[in-house]
């Protein structure tokens, strides 16, 4: 891909204690590319200093999609399953650095949320999405890699075990309606309404106690993150797979992917 949006964007600004934080690569349904990753980084930890924040929302440009998740065309340089222990220790420390800011936190979703990008909606606090956005995790039928441990009680947690395989085994998306049904959304809203139904959302959240609203979200951080078994070993396997390589072979080459359970 070429231009000047190429890598793209993470924009952050802050307006009456309400930090919006904008996910800016349109053309590529803002797919993250490390770049971006890197600038998500940056924004948290400008964003956990500093205390005038009340509120932080998180939103994709164009209204197509939130994230729909890494771009792929970065994998092509992954050599060995190292590559992935490596890019999903990364990628668990960006969005840990997300889910462990200290004040409430609001993703808005229009469109997809597929992948990291279903990490990142769901390392937030809240969550609320127009009818027809859709969320899963469909590396099953698209690259073939895997999940961190970390990652898999994230989603786990908010959708339950049934609906996680789902996503990873079968390559579901689901729909706002049953996201909404099992507590994974806060509220669905039109695309016409949904800036105002934010706008009251984080108005809320501003009148309520910062202290309370911090220790609380922390515990229950602490609660969802305790006793996560290690999985180098399950990461180094997938990654280092050639139905990864194939995955990401096929994808680049617009073709179906020949797996090979290899």
């Not at 204690?17 to 971006?36: I, K, L």
């Not at 609001?106 to 969320?135: H, K, M, N, Q, Y």
């Not at 995790?137 to 947690?157: D, F």
């Not at 390559?171 to 706002?176: F, G, K, P, V």
Request: charged share 20%; proline share 4%; aromatic share 6%.
């Amino acid at each position: 891909m070429s231009g000047p949006n190429a890598k793209g964007s993470v924009h952050l600004d802050i307006s009456a204690g309400v930090a919006s934080v904008v996910f800016d690569r349109p053309e590529a349904r803002n797919a993250m590319t490390w770049a971006m990753y890197e600038r998500l980084n940056e924004v948290c930890e400008q964003l956990k200093a500093d205390s005038s924040v009340r509120v932080v929302t998180f939103r994709g440009a164009g209204g197509q999609a939130f994230v729909a998740g890494t771009d792929i065309e970065q994998f092509k340089a992954f050599k060995s399953g190292e590559d992935g222990v490596v890019y999903e220790q990364q990628i668990d420390q960006c969005i840990a650095r997300l889910e462990s800011l200290p004040m409430p936190t609001v993703a808005v979703i229009e469109g997809w949320a597929i992948g990291g990008g279903l990490a990142i909606a769901t390392a937030c606090d809240f969550r609320i999405a127009t009818p027809g956005s859709r969320f899963g995790v469909p590396i099953a039928r698209t690259l073939g890699n895997c999940l961190s441990v970390a990652n898999l009680a994230r989603l786990s947690a908010v959708f339950g075990i049934p609906r996680v395989k789902r996503m990873l085994m079968l390559a579901e998306t689901l729909s706002a309606d049953e996201a909404l049904a099992c507590g994974f959304l806060l509220q669905t809203s039109e695309t016409a309404d949904i800036n105002a139904v934010l706008a009251t959302l984080c108005e809320r959240l501003a009148a309520l106690a910062p202290v309370t609203q911090s220790v609380s979200k922390e515990g229950l951080r602490r609660l969802a993150s305790r006793g996560l078994p290690p999985d180098e070993d399950l990461i180094r396997r997938c990654y280092g797979s050639a139905d990864f390589c194939e995955g990401v072979a096929a994808f680049v080459e617009k073709r179906s992917p020949a797996w090979k359970g290899s």
